[in-house]
Protein backbone atom coordinates (compact mmCIF):
# COMPACT_ATOMS: atom_id res chain seq x y z
CA UNK A 1 0.00 0.00 0.00
CA UNK A 2 1.26 3.33 -0.60
CA UNK A 3 0.89 5.99 1.70
CA UNK A 4 -1.09 9.34 -0.01
CA UNK A 5 1.43 12.25 -0.80
CA UNK A 6 0.05 14.92 1.95
CA UNK A 7 -0.29 18.15 0.62
CA UNK A 8 3.96 20.11 1.44
CA UNK A 9 5.08 16.38 1.02
CA UNK A 10 6.52 17.86 -2.52
CA UNK A 11 8.27 21.25 0.03
CA UNK A 12 9.26 18.71 2.27
CA UNK A 13 10.83 16.42 -0.25
CA UNK A 14 12.32 19.83 -1.45
CA UNK A 15 13.42 21.05 1.86
CA UNK A 16 14.94 17.62 2.38
CA UNK A 17 16.93 17.01 -1.07
CA UNK A 18 17.52 21.37 -0.11
CA UNK A 19 21.29 21.97 0.96
CA UNK A 20 21.31 21.38 4.61
CA UNK A 21 23.30 24.04 6.40
CA UNK A 22 25.77 22.69 8.97
CA UNK A 23 27.78 25.16 11.66
CA UNK A 24 32.12 25.40 10.13
CA UNK A 25 34.07 23.24 12.35
CA UNK A 26 36.29 25.30 14.47
CA UNK A 27 39.75 25.86 12.90
CA UNK A 28 38.48 24.73 9.47
CA UNK A 29 39.14 28.09 7.66
CA UNK A 30 38.11 31.69 7.95
CA UNK A 31 35.11 32.27 9.38
CA UNK A 32 33.73 35.65 8.31
CA UNK A 33 30.52 35.20 8.85
CA UNK A 34 29.06 38.46 10.25
CA UNK A 35 32.28 39.49 10.72
CA UNK A 36 31.95 42.17 8.05
CA UNK A 37 28.52 42.82 9.02
CA UNK A 38 27.51 46.58 10.37
CA UNK A 39 26.73 46.37 14.21
CA UNK A 40 23.33 47.55 14.09
CA UNK A 41 22.43 46.18 10.35
CA UNK A 42 20.35 42.86 10.51
CA UNK A 43 22.20 39.93 9.25
CA UNK A 44 21.68 39.39 4.95
CA UNK A 45 20.61 36.16 5.75
CA UNK A 46 17.77 37.57 7.70
CA UNK A 47 16.61 39.63 5.18
CA UNK A 48 16.82 36.71 2.90
CA UNK A 49 14.40 34.51 5.46
CA UNK A 50 16.76 32.34 6.62
CA UNK A 51 15.97 31.23 10.04
CA UNK A 52 17.57 33.42 12.46
CA UNK A 53 14.62 35.59 13.17
CA UNK A 54 13.39 35.62 16.75
CA UNK A 55 10.85 37.22 18.57
CA UNK A 56 11.89 39.59 21.32
CA UNK A 57 12.97 38.20 24.53
CA UNK A 58 11.22 38.88 27.83
CA UNK A 59 12.01 43.03 28.49
CA UNK A 60 11.32 42.78 32.03
CA UNK A 61 14.60 44.04 34.27
CA UNK A 62 16.58 45.39 31.44
CA UNK A 63 18.10 48.55 32.24
CA UNK A 64 17.07 51.92 29.92
CA UNK A 65 20.58 53.28 30.39
CA UNK A 66 21.81 51.19 27.59
CA UNK A 67 24.59 52.90 25.71
CA UNK A 68 23.99 54.27 22.47
CA UNK A 69 25.64 51.29 20.55
CA UNK A 70 23.75 48.46 22.33
CA UNK A 71 20.76 50.57 21.98
CA UNK A 72 21.22 50.51 18.55
CA UNK A 73 21.83 46.99 17.65
CA UNK A 74 18.64 45.68 19.87
CA UNK A 75 15.09 46.96 18.60
CA UNK A 76 12.91 47.60 20.68
CA UNK A 77 9.94 45.55 18.59
CA UNK A 78 12.13 42.47 17.34
CA UNK A 79 15.37 41.12 17.67
CA UNK A 80 17.09 40.18 15.13
CA UNK A 81 20.17 38.08 16.51
CA UNK A 82 22.98 37.77 13.44
CA UNK A 83 24.99 34.82 13.76
CA UNK A 84 28.36 35.72 15.53
CA UNK A 85 26.02 37.28 18.27
CA UNK A 86 24.28 33.95 18.49
CA UNK A 87 27.64 31.88 18.21
CA UNK A 88 29.20 34.33 20.84
CA UNK A 89 26.52 34.06 23.38
CA UNK A 90 26.48 30.28 22.65
CA UNK A 91 29.57 28.99 23.09
CA UNK A 92 30.33 31.66 25.92
CA UNK A 93 27.38 29.73 27.71
CA UNK A 94 29.32 26.50 26.75
CA UNK A 95 32.67 27.88 28.02
CA UNK A 96 30.81 28.93 31.44
CA UNK A 97 29.13 25.44 31.88
CA UNK A 98 32.54 23.46 30.92
CA UNK A 99 34.33 25.27 33.48
CA UNK A 100 31.54 25.26 36.05
CA UNK A 101 31.39 21.47 35.61
CA UNK A 102 35.33 21.47 36.11
CA UNK A 103 35.55 23.69 39.08
CA UNK A 104 32.84 20.96 40.82
CA UNK A 105 35.50 18.07 39.55
CA UNK A 106 38.01 19.85 40.92
CA UNK A 107 36.24 20.57 44.18
CA UNK A 108 35.58 16.91 44.33
CA UNK A 109 39.07 15.95 43.53
CA UNK A 110 40.29 18.23 46.64
CA UNK A 111 37.72 16.68 48.53
CA UNK A 112 39.29 13.47 49.02
CA UNK A 113 42.74 14.69 50.81
CA UNK A 114 42.13 14.42 54.38
CA UNK A 115 40.81 17.80 54.82
CA UNK A 116 38.65 20.64 53.08
CA UNK A 117 37.53 23.34 53.90
CA UNK A 118 34.13 21.95 53.51
CA UNK A 119 34.49 19.68 56.51
CA UNK A 120 35.29 23.09 58.70
CA UNK A 121 31.85 23.44 59.69
CA UNK A 122 30.96 19.70 60.99
CA UNK A 123 34.42 19.79 62.30
CA UNK A 124 33.11 23.04 64.79
CA UNK A 125 29.79 21.34 65.74
CA UNK A 126 31.57 18.39 66.73
CA UNK A 127 33.79 20.47 68.60
CA UNK A 128 31.11 22.35 70.55
CA UNK A 129 29.34 19.53 71.15
CA UNK A 130 32.31 18.14 72.94
CA UNK A 131 32.78 21.32 74.61
CA UNK A 132 29.32 21.46 76.14
CA UNK A 133 29.09 18.10 76.99
CA UNK A 134 32.58 18.14 78.92
CA UNK A 135 31.17 21.49 80.05
CA UNK A 136 28.23 19.78 81.58
CA UNK A 137 30.21 17.14 83.03
CA UNK A 138 32.34 19.55 84.87
CA UNK A 139 29.11 21.48 85.84
CA UNK A 140 27.66 18.50 87.19
CA UNK A 141 30.75 17.06 88.90
CA UNK A 142 30.88 20.28 90.59
CA UNK A 143 27.66 20.49 91.89
CA UNK A 144 27.74 16.81 93.30
CA UNK A 145 30.93 17.54 95.12
CA UNK A 146 29.30 20.87 96.63
CA UNK A 147 25.91 18.92 97.51
CA UNK A 148 28.37 16.07 99.27
CA UNK A 149 29.87 19.25 101.12
CA UNK A 150 27.27 20.66 101.93
CA UNK A 151 25.82 17.48 103.46
CA UNK A 152 29.00 16.20 105.40
CA UNK A 153 28.67 19.86 107.00
CA UNK A 154 25.17 19.70 107.89
CA UNK A 155 25.69 16.19 109.52
CA UNK A 156 29.22 16.61 111.38
CA UNK A 157 28.24 16.76 115.36
CA UNK A 158 28.97 20.20 116.73
CA UNK A 159 29.21 21.73 120.68
CA UNK A 160 25.67 23.24 121.04
CA UNK A 161 26.12 26.78 122.32
CA UNK A 162 26.10 27.82 125.64
CA UNK A 163 22.75 28.32 127.33
CA UNK A 164 20.65 26.95 124.20
CA UNK A 165 18.32 24.16 124.76
CA UNK A 166 16.68 21.84 122.71
CA UNK A 167 17.36 23.80 119.44
CA UNK A 168 20.48 20.58 118.46
CA UNK A 169 19.54 17.60 118.20
CA UNK A 170 21.49 14.91 121.00
CA UNK A 171 24.87 13.53 119.51
CA UNK A 172 24.22 9.89 118.21
CA UNK A 173 23.85 7.23 120.93
CA UNK A 174 26.44 5.22 119.40
CA UNK A 175 24.75 1.88 119.82
CA UNK A 176 26.01 -1.53 118.10
CA UNK A 177 23.73 -1.09 114.52
CA UNK A 178 23.42 -4.74 114.50
CA UNK A 179 21.68 -4.66 118.03
CA UNK A 180 19.97 -1.11 117.50
CA UNK A 181 17.92 -1.46 115.01
CA UNK A 182 15.91 1.21 113.57
CA UNK A 183 17.03 3.20 116.03
CA UNK A 184 20.29 3.78 114.58
CA UNK A 185 20.17 6.33 111.62
CA UNK A 186 20.69 4.84 108.36
CA UNK A 187 24.57 5.46 106.83
CA UNK A 188 22.96 7.13 104.20
CA UNK A 189 24.02 9.85 102.00
CA UNK A 190 20.54 10.47 101.44
CA UNK A 191 19.37 11.29 104.80
CA UNK A 192 17.55 14.31 103.72
CA UNK A 193 14.04 13.47 101.97
CA UNK A 194 14.59 14.14 98.38
CA UNK A 195 13.35 16.86 96.44
CA UNK A 196 10.50 17.43 94.19
CA UNK A 197 11.40 15.00 91.50
CA UNK A 198 14.36 13.04 92.86
CA UNK A 199 11.76 11.53 94.83
CA UNK A 200 11.17 7.51 94.27
CA UNK A 201 6.95 6.32 95.27
CA UNK A 202 7.24 2.87 96.90
CA UNK A 203 4.60 0.40 97.04
CA UNK A 204 4.88 -2.42 99.45
CA UNK A 205 3.31 -5.60 98.94
CA UNK A 206 3.06 -8.20 101.75
CA UNK A 207 3.56 -12.12 101.24
CA UNK A 208 2.07 -14.69 103.89
CA UNK A 209 -0.43 -14.63 105.84
CA UNK A 210 0.48 -12.19 108.63
CA UNK A 211 -1.05 -8.93 108.54
CA UNK A 212 1.18 -6.18 108.12
CA UNK A 213 1.30 -2.90 107.02
CA UNK A 214 3.86 0.13 105.75
CA UNK A 215 5.14 2.66 106.95
CA UNK A 216 5.80 5.13 103.97
CA UNK A 217 9.52 6.88 104.09
CA UNK A 218 10.49 8.86 101.40
CA UNK A 219 12.84 7.35 98.59
CA UNK A 220 15.73 8.48 96.55
CA UNK A 221 16.13 8.10 92.85
CA UNK A 222 18.90 5.81 92.10
CA UNK A 223 21.77 8.15 90.52
CA UNK A 224 22.21 5.73 87.83
CA UNK A 225 20.16 3.52 85.90
CA UNK A 226 19.10 0.68 87.47
CA UNK A 227 17.10 -2.06 87.24
CA UNK A 228 14.45 -3.61 90.28
CA UNK A 229 16.66 -6.74 90.21
CA UNK A 230 19.71 -4.73 90.96
CA UNK A 231 17.88 -3.14 94.74
CA UNK A 232 18.33 -5.34 97.34
CA UNK A 233 17.86 -4.69 101.06
CA UNK A 234 19.68 -5.05 104.32
CA UNK A 235 17.81 -7.16 106.79
CA UNK A 236 15.04 -5.97 108.09
CA UNK A 237 15.81 -5.61 111.88
CA UNK A 238 12.96 -5.47 114.44
CA UNK A 239 12.98 -2.16 116.26
CA UNK A 240 13.30 -3.67 120.23
CA UNK A 241 15.57 -6.03 118.69
CA UNK A 242 14.13 -8.82 120.25
CA UNK A 243 12.51 -10.79 117.06
CA UNK A 244 15.03 -12.24 114.12
CA UNK A 245 15.24 -9.88 111.04
CA UNK A 246 13.00 -10.60 108.06
CA UNK A 247 15.00 -10.69 105.53
CA UNK A 248 12.69 -11.95 101.98
CA UNK A 249 12.40 -9.00 100.21
CA UNK A 250 11.82 -8.68 96.38
CA UNK A 251 11.81 -5.74 93.98
CA UNK A 252 9.88 -4.92 90.60
CA UNK A 253 8.94 -2.27 89.22
CA UNK A 254 5.05 -1.41 87.32
CA UNK A 255 4.40 0.11 84.12
CA UNK A 256 4.33 3.75 85.90
CA UNK A 257 7.78 3.38 87.46
CA UNK A 258 7.01 2.93 90.74
CA UNK A 259 8.98 0.16 92.45
CA UNK A 260 7.25 -2.31 94.01
CA UNK A 261 8.64 -3.84 97.01
CA UNK A 262 7.24 -7.52 97.88
CA UNK A 263 8.01 -8.47 102.04
CA UNK A 264 7.73 -12.29 102.41
CA UNK A 265 6.56 -12.33 106.42
CA UNK A 266 7.10 -15.52 108.06
CA UNK A 267 4.08 -17.33 110.04
CA UNK A 268 5.13 -16.94 113.05
CA UNK A 269 7.07 -13.10 113.01
CA UNK A 270 6.35 -11.04 116.44
CA UNK A 271 4.75 -8.12 115.37
CA UNK A 272 6.68 -4.57 115.95
CA UNK A 273 8.34 -2.38 113.72
CA UNK A 274 10.81 -3.48 110.91
CA UNK A 275 13.25 -1.34 108.95
CA UNK A 276 16.10 -1.94 106.53
CA UNK A 277 17.85 0.02 103.79
CA UNK A 278 17.25 -0.29 100.25
CA UNK A 279 20.68 -0.41 98.71
CA UNK A 280 21.68 -0.62 94.79
CA UNK A 281 24.21 -2.79 94.20
CA UNK A 282 25.78 -0.09 91.50
CA UNK A 283 25.77 2.53 94.49
CA UNK A 284 27.11 2.73 97.47
CA UNK A 285 24.07 5.35 98.30
CA UNK A 286 21.11 3.49 99.44
CA UNK A 287 17.49 4.93 98.57
CA UNK A 288 16.24 4.90 101.81
CA UNK A 289 14.80 3.24 104.40
CA UNK A 290 11.59 0.27 104.01
CA UNK A 291 9.96 0.29 107.16
CA UNK A 292 6.80 -1.87 107.88
CA UNK A 293 4.91 -2.47 110.91
CA UNK A 294 3.75 -6.39 111.69
CA UNK A 295 -0.01 -6.30 113.43
CA UNK A 296 -0.71 -8.71 115.89
CA UNK B 1 52.70 61.06 52.43
CA UNK B 2 49.84 63.29 54.03
CA UNK B 3 49.90 64.76 57.25
CA UNK B 4 50.40 62.10 60.24
CA UNK B 5 52.46 59.87 58.29
CA UNK B 6 49.39 58.44 56.64
CA UNK B 7 49.05 57.39 52.84
CA UNK B 8 47.17 59.80 50.76
CA UNK B 9 45.43 58.02 48.07
CA UNK B 10 44.42 59.84 44.53
CA UNK B 11 41.06 61.46 44.45
CA UNK B 12 38.30 59.16 43.54
CA UNK B 13 37.81 58.79 40.05
CA UNK B 14 33.81 58.46 40.27
CA UNK B 15 31.76 61.49 39.91
CA UNK B 16 32.13 63.04 43.68
CA UNK B 17 29.21 62.48 45.99
CA UNK B 18 27.95 59.57 43.29
CA UNK B 19 27.04 56.31 44.45
CA UNK B 20 30.50 54.71 43.78
CA UNK B 21 32.14 57.67 45.02
CA UNK B 22 30.84 56.92 48.53
CA UNK B 23 31.95 53.26 48.29
CA UNK B 24 35.06 54.14 47.08
CA UNK B 25 35.70 56.97 49.67
CA UNK B 26 34.87 54.60 52.55
CA UNK B 27 37.03 51.76 50.96
CA UNK B 28 40.12 54.12 50.62
CA UNK B 29 39.82 54.70 54.40
CA UNK B 30 40.02 51.02 55.42
CA UNK B 31 42.84 50.84 53.21
CA UNK B 32 44.45 53.38 54.80
CA UNK B 33 43.60 51.54 58.28
CA UNK B 34 45.32 48.37 56.90
CA UNK B 35 48.57 49.49 55.07
CA UNK B 36 49.24 51.88 58.05
CA UNK B 37 52.61 49.85 58.57
CA UNK B 38 55.29 51.89 56.11
CA UNK B 39 57.64 52.84 58.72
CA UNK B 40 57.76 49.71 60.62
CA UNK B 41 58.15 47.68 57.75
CA UNK B 42 61.31 48.90 55.72
CA UNK B 43 61.16 48.02 51.84
CA UNK B 44 57.60 46.78 52.09
CA UNK B 45 54.82 49.04 53.72
CA UNK B 46 55.89 51.90 51.78
CA UNK B 47 55.80 49.32 48.53
CA UNK B 48 52.31 47.95 49.77
CA UNK B 49 51.24 51.40 49.45
CA UNK B 50 51.98 52.04 46.10
CA UNK B 51 49.78 51.08 43.87
CA UNK B 52 46.23 51.26 46.12
CA UNK B 53 47.36 54.92 46.50
CA UNK B 54 47.51 55.74 42.73
CA UNK B 55 43.63 55.74 42.41
CA UNK B 56 41.58 53.55 40.53
CA UNK B 57 38.01 53.00 39.12
CA UNK B 58 36.68 51.34 42.15
CA UNK B 59 34.69 48.59 40.68
CA UNK B 60 35.44 45.79 42.59
CA UNK B 61 34.16 46.96 45.77
CA UNK B 62 31.50 48.61 44.88
CA UNK B 63 30.15 45.88 43.33
CA UNK B 64 30.55 44.05 46.66
CA UNK B 65 29.37 46.95 48.61
CA UNK B 66 26.40 47.11 46.37
CA UNK B 67 25.19 43.55 46.55
CA UNK B 68 25.96 43.28 50.20
CA UNK B 69 23.18 45.77 50.49
CA UNK B 70 21.13 44.55 48.11
CA UNK B 71 20.77 40.87 49.54
CA UNK B 72 21.30 42.48 53.58
CA UNK B 73 17.50 43.57 54.48
CA UNK B 74 19.56 44.29 57.95
CA UNK B 75 22.91 46.04 56.66
CA UNK B 76 21.57 49.38 56.95
CA UNK B 77 23.65 51.99 57.19
CA UNK B 78 26.11 50.14 58.91
CA UNK B 79 27.52 48.00 56.53
CA UNK B 80 31.33 48.14 57.69
CA UNK B 81 32.11 44.18 56.78
CA UNK B 82 31.44 45.22 52.81
CA UNK B 83 33.49 47.63 53.38
CA UNK B 84 36.13 45.51 54.63
CA UNK B 85 35.52 43.10 52.36
CA UNK B 86 36.07 45.47 49.88
CA UNK B 87 39.72 46.97 50.86
CA UNK B 88 40.61 43.06 50.47
CA UNK B 89 39.36 43.04 47.10
CA UNK B 90 41.50 45.77 46.18
CA UNK B 91 44.66 44.75 47.96
CA UNK B 92 44.53 41.42 46.58
CA UNK B 93 43.24 43.04 42.72
CA UNK B 94 46.80 45.24 43.47
CA UNK B 95 48.90 42.68 44.77
CA UNK B 96 48.20 41.04 41.65
CA UNK B 97 48.63 44.19 39.91
CA UNK B 98 52.36 44.17 41.01
CA UNK B 99 53.05 40.63 40.03
CA UNK B 100 51.14 40.93 36.55
CA UNK B 101 53.47 44.09 35.97
CA UNK B 102 56.83 41.91 36.53
CA UNK B 103 55.37 39.03 34.67
CA UNK B 104 54.42 41.40 31.52
CA UNK B 105 57.52 43.62 31.80
CA UNK B 106 55.49 46.51 32.11
CA UNK B 107 56.84 49.59 32.72
CA UNK B 108 54.15 51.69 33.91
CA UNK B 109 51.16 51.68 35.90
CA UNK B 110 48.48 54.61 36.26
CA UNK B 111 50.81 56.75 34.79
CA UNK B 112 53.87 56.65 36.85
CA UNK B 113 56.88 53.83 36.51
CA UNK B 114 55.64 50.09 37.49
CA UNK B 115 56.76 49.39 40.99
CA UNK B 116 59.33 47.28 39.86
CA UNK B 117 60.98 49.98 37.98
CA UNK B 118 61.56 51.83 40.94
CA UNK B 119 62.32 49.31 43.26
CA UNK B 120 63.75 46.21 41.42
CA UNK B 121 61.97 42.71 40.71
CA UNK B 122 62.66 40.96 43.82
CA UNK B 123 61.27 44.13 46.40
CA UNK B 124 58.18 44.00 44.07
CA UNK B 125 57.21 40.45 44.44
CA UNK B 126 57.91 40.45 48.10
CA UNK B 127 55.28 43.53 48.28
CA UNK B 128 52.67 42.04 46.00
CA UNK B 129 52.99 38.85 48.00
CA UNK B 130 52.44 40.90 51.23
CA UNK B 131 49.72 42.44 50.03
CA UNK B 132 48.27 39.30 48.73
CA UNK B 133 48.33 37.81 52.40
CA UNK B 134 47.74 41.09 53.75
CA UNK B 135 44.04 41.09 51.98
CA UNK B 136 42.97 38.14 54.16
CA UNK B 137 43.24 40.21 57.62
CA UNK B 138 40.28 42.83 56.24
CA UNK B 139 38.45 40.03 54.79
CA UNK B 140 38.34 37.67 57.97
CA UNK B 141 37.83 41.33 59.84
CA UNK B 142 34.24 41.23 58.34
CA UNK B 143 33.41 37.29 58.69
CA UNK B 144 34.55 36.82 62.26
CA UNK B 145 31.42 38.02 63.33
CA UNK B 146 29.56 36.42 61.36
CA UNK B 147 30.17 32.86 62.32
CA UNK B 148 31.67 29.82 60.69
CA UNK B 149 29.52 29.15 58.12
CA UNK B 150 29.42 32.51 56.61
CA UNK B 151 33.60 32.02 56.71
CA UNK B 152 33.18 29.09 55.05
CA UNK B 153 31.85 30.01 52.14
CA UNK B 154 33.86 33.94 52.32
CA UNK B 155 36.88 31.30 52.21
CA UNK B 156 35.34 28.97 49.41
CA UNK B 157 34.68 31.23 46.65
CA UNK B 158 37.84 33.17 47.55
CA UNK B 159 39.67 29.97 46.96
CA UNK B 160 38.31 29.04 44.02
CA UNK B 161 38.06 32.72 42.29
CA UNK B 162 42.21 32.22 43.35
CA UNK B 163 42.75 29.24 41.45
CA UNK B 164 40.49 30.57 38.43
CA UNK B 165 42.28 33.62 37.90
CA UNK B 166 45.77 32.01 38.01
CA UNK B 167 44.37 29.23 35.67
CA UNK B 168 43.31 32.51 33.66
CA UNK B 169 47.01 34.13 33.80
CA UNK B 170 48.81 30.64 33.10
CA UNK B 171 46.74 30.38 29.88
CA UNK B 172 47.40 34.19 28.32
CA UNK B 173 51.25 33.93 29.96
CA UNK B 174 51.23 30.38 28.20
CA UNK B 175 49.87 31.13 24.79
CA UNK B 176 52.24 34.48 24.75
CA UNK B 177 55.30 32.57 25.96
CA UNK B 178 54.94 29.30 24.26
CA UNK B 179 53.59 31.22 21.05
CA UNK B 180 50.37 29.29 20.50
CA UNK B 181 48.43 30.32 17.96
CA UNK B 182 45.63 28.18 17.02
CA UNK B 183 43.48 29.78 19.17
CA UNK B 184 39.25 30.04 18.88
CA UNK B 185 36.90 32.34 20.53
CA UNK B 186 35.97 29.65 23.10
CA UNK B 187 39.52 29.54 24.36
CA UNK B 188 39.82 33.40 24.25
CA UNK B 189 36.45 33.02 26.58
CA UNK B 190 37.55 30.89 28.87
CA UNK B 191 40.72 32.89 29.54
CA UNK B 192 38.58 36.33 29.84
CA UNK B 193 36.38 34.06 32.48
CA UNK B 194 39.24 33.42 34.58
CA UNK B 195 41.92 36.09 34.12
CA UNK B 196 39.58 38.80 34.50
CA UNK B 197 35.63 38.15 35.27
CA UNK B 198 35.82 35.82 38.43
CA UNK B 199 38.23 38.12 40.39
CA UNK B 200 36.58 41.37 39.24
CA UNK B 201 33.22 41.20 38.36
CA UNK B 202 32.18 37.04 39.93
CA UNK B 203 34.05 36.90 43.12
CA UNK B 204 33.63 40.76 44.20
CA UNK B 205 29.82 40.04 44.11
CA UNK B 206 29.46 36.90 45.53
CA UNK B 207 31.62 38.15 48.47
CA UNK B 208 28.35 40.89 49.23
CA UNK B 209 26.08 38.19 48.46
CA UNK B 210 27.31 36.39 50.95
CA UNK B 211 28.12 39.48 53.71
CA UNK B 212 24.98 40.69 53.11
CA UNK B 213 22.76 37.83 53.27
CA UNK B 214 24.46 36.47 56.44
CA UNK B 215 25.40 33.45 54.17
CA UNK B 216 21.22 32.82 53.26
CA UNK B 217 21.48 33.29 49.48
CA UNK B 218 23.44 30.98 47.40
CA UNK B 219 26.78 33.20 46.13
CA UNK B 220 26.11 31.16 42.65
CA UNK B 221 22.93 33.45 41.68
CA UNK B 222 25.45 36.00 40.48
CA UNK B 223 28.08 34.22 38.89
CA UNK B 224 26.47 34.27 35.66
CA UNK B 225 25.48 38.28 35.52
CA UNK B 226 29.09 38.75 36.76
CA UNK B 227 30.66 36.48 33.99
CA UNK B 228 29.05 38.19 31.14
CA UNK B 229 29.97 41.75 32.26
CA UNK B 230 33.34 40.72 32.97
CA UNK B 231 33.75 39.26 29.37
CA UNK B 232 32.76 42.20 28.40
CA UNK B 233 34.58 44.63 30.12
CA UNK B 234 38.02 42.79 29.24
CA UNK B 235 36.81 42.91 25.41
CA UNK B 236 36.60 46.52 25.40
CA UNK B 237 39.86 46.76 27.12
CA UNK B 238 41.37 44.92 24.41
CA UNK B 239 39.85 47.51 21.82
CA UNK B 240 40.04 50.34 23.50
CA UNK B 241 44.53 49.77 23.42
CA UNK B 242 43.96 49.46 19.23
CA UNK B 243 42.26 52.70 19.88
CA UNK B 244 43.44 56.43 19.41
CA UNK B 245 42.65 56.36 23.10
CA UNK B 246 43.86 53.41 24.59
CA UNK B 247 43.39 54.44 28.59
CA UNK B 248 45.10 56.38 31.36
CA UNK B 249 48.76 55.05 31.32
CA UNK B 250 48.63 52.83 28.35
CA UNK B 251 50.43 52.31 25.17
CA UNK B 252 48.63 52.25 22.13
CA UNK B 253 48.74 49.12 20.08
CA UNK B 254 50.25 48.06 23.41
CA UNK B 255 48.95 44.59 23.18
CA UNK B 256 49.87 44.04 19.57
CA UNK B 257 53.20 44.91 20.34
CA UNK B 258 53.14 42.20 23.51
CA UNK B 259 51.37 39.80 20.77
CA UNK B 260 48.28 39.21 23.84
CA UNK B 261 46.32 36.64 22.55
CA UNK B 262 42.67 38.87 22.12
CA UNK B 263 39.34 38.14 20.20
CA UNK B 264 40.71 40.36 17.54
CA UNK B 265 44.17 38.52 17.31
CA UNK B 266 41.88 35.35 16.91
CA UNK B 267 39.60 36.85 14.58
CA UNK B 268 42.13 37.98 12.37
CA UNK B 269 44.47 34.59 12.06
CA UNK B 270 41.29 33.05 10.85
CA UNK B 271 40.31 35.52 8.61
CA UNK B 272 43.54 36.17 6.87
CA UNK B 273 44.80 35.05 3.75
CA UNK B 274 47.80 32.37 4.17
CA UNK B 275 50.47 34.71 3.02
CA UNK B 276 49.12 37.16 5.91
CA UNK B 277 48.94 34.45 8.36
CA UNK B 278 52.40 33.55 7.36
CA UNK B 279 53.90 37.12 8.39
CA UNK B 280 51.31 37.28 11.52
CA UNK B 281 53.17 33.95 12.72
CA UNK B 282 56.19 34.97 11.84
CA UNK B 283 55.45 38.33 13.98
CA UNK B 284 54.06 36.40 16.71
CA UNK B 285 57.60 33.79 17.11
CA UNK B 286 59.69 37.41 17.54
CA UNK B 287 60.57 38.47 21.24
CA UNK B 288 59.18 41.26 22.33
CA UNK B 289 61.74 44.03 21.48
CA UNK B 290 62.51 42.33 17.93
CA UNK B 291 58.12 43.20 16.92
CA UNK B 292 59.02 45.82 14.76
CA UNK B 293 56.90 48.69 14.72
CA UNK B 294 55.94 48.66 11.30
CA UNK B 295 54.63 45.22 11.81
CA UNK B 296 52.32 46.34 14.30
CA UNK B 297 50.86 48.78 12.58
CA UNK B 298 50.47 46.09 10.03
CA UNK B 299 48.33 43.97 11.79
CA UNK B 300 46.40 46.69 13.58
CA UNK B 301 45.20 48.11 9.83
CA UNK B 302 44.19 44.15 9.27
CA UNK B 303 42.52 43.89 12.20
CA UNK B 304 40.35 47.15 10.62
CA UNK B 305 40.52 45.57 7.15
CA UNK B 306 38.70 42.06 7.66
CA UNK B 307 36.14 43.29 10.32
CA UNK B 308 38.22 41.68 13.34
CA UNK B 309 37.19 45.19 15.61
CA UNK B 310 33.91 45.09 14.21
CA UNK B 311 33.47 41.27 15.22
CA UNK B 312 34.88 42.04 18.72
CA UNK B 313 32.99 45.07 19.03
CA UNK B 314 29.79 43.24 17.99
CA UNK B 315 30.65 39.87 20.72
CA UNK B 316 31.63 42.80 23.81
CA UNK B 317 28.11 44.23 22.83
CA UNK B 318 26.24 40.64 23.00
CA UNK B 319 27.91 39.58 26.09
CA UNK B 320 26.80 43.26 27.80
CA UNK B 321 23.39 42.19 26.31
CA UNK B 322 23.50 38.99 28.25
CA UNK B 323 24.76 40.66 31.50
CA UNK B 324 21.59 42.59 31.56
CA UNK B 325 19.65 39.53 31.11
CA UNK B 326 21.46 37.87 34.01
CA UNK B 327 20.96 41.09 35.39
CA UNK B 328 17.35 40.92 35.14
CA UNK B 329 17.19 37.11 36.49
CA UNK B 330 19.48 37.33 39.36
CA UNK B 331 17.97 40.62 40.99
CA UNK B 332 14.60 40.25 40.35
CA UNK B 333 12.35 40.57 42.80
CA UNK B 334 14.45 43.37 44.77
CA UNK B 335 13.04 46.69 45.10
CA UNK B 336 14.64 49.82 43.06
CA UNK B 337 17.41 51.29 44.94
CA UNK B 338 20.55 53.48 44.29
CA UNK B 339 22.91 50.12 44.24
CA UNK B 340 20.18 48.01 41.73
CA UNK B 341 21.12 50.82 39.73
CA UNK B 342 24.36 50.98 40.15
CA UNK B 343 24.90 47.51 39.13
CA UNK B 344 22.02 47.31 36.31
CA UNK B 345 23.36 49.94 34.45
CA UNK B 346 27.50 48.56 35.05
CA UNK B 347 26.96 46.64 31.33
CA UNK B 348 26.32 49.98 29.47
CA UNK B 349 29.09 51.84 31.95
CA UNK B 350 31.44 49.31 30.40
CA UNK B 351 31.43 51.01 27.04
CA UNK B 352 31.16 54.61 28.60
CA UNK B 353 33.96 54.59 31.10
CA UNK B 354 36.33 56.85 31.31
Known amino acids: ?296 | MGPGGQTVFAPAEPQAGSLVARYASATRAELVRYLAIKGSAPFLGELMADYPGRGGKMMRPAICIANARIFGDGLGEDYAPAIRCGAAIEMLHNALLIHDDVQDGSEERRGRPTLHAMHGVPLAINAGDALMFSAFQPLLDAVRPMGSEVARQVLDVTLTMARHTAEGQALELGWRDRNVTDLTDADYLQMALKKTAWMGMIWPAQLGVIIGSAGLVDPDRVLRFGYFLGLAFQIEDDLRNLSADPGYGKERNGDLREGKRTLMLIHVRRACTDTERERLDGFLGRQRNARPANDVLWLADLMHKLGSIDHARQVAHAMAGAAMHEFAVAYAGQPPSEDMDYLGGLASWVFARP
Do not use: C
Open chain 1, 1 to 296: MTTPEQPGGKRKAAARTARVKRPVPARSGPIRTGAQLPATAPAPQAKQGAPKKRKSAPREGQPASLSSQVSADIQLEEIIINEAVANAIRTANKVLADTVAQGRLAAELFRQGDYNMQDVPVDLEILGKRVLKLTRELGDTTLNILEQLLKKATQTPTTPPAGLKGSVPPFPAGKNTASAGANQAPPSSHAAPPPPGNGLDLIVQFAGTVKARALPSPLWKPSRPTLPKQLSITPMLHMAGTAAPITVVTFEADLTGKLIATVTVPDKQPPGIYSGMIVPDNADAPLGVLTIEIVA
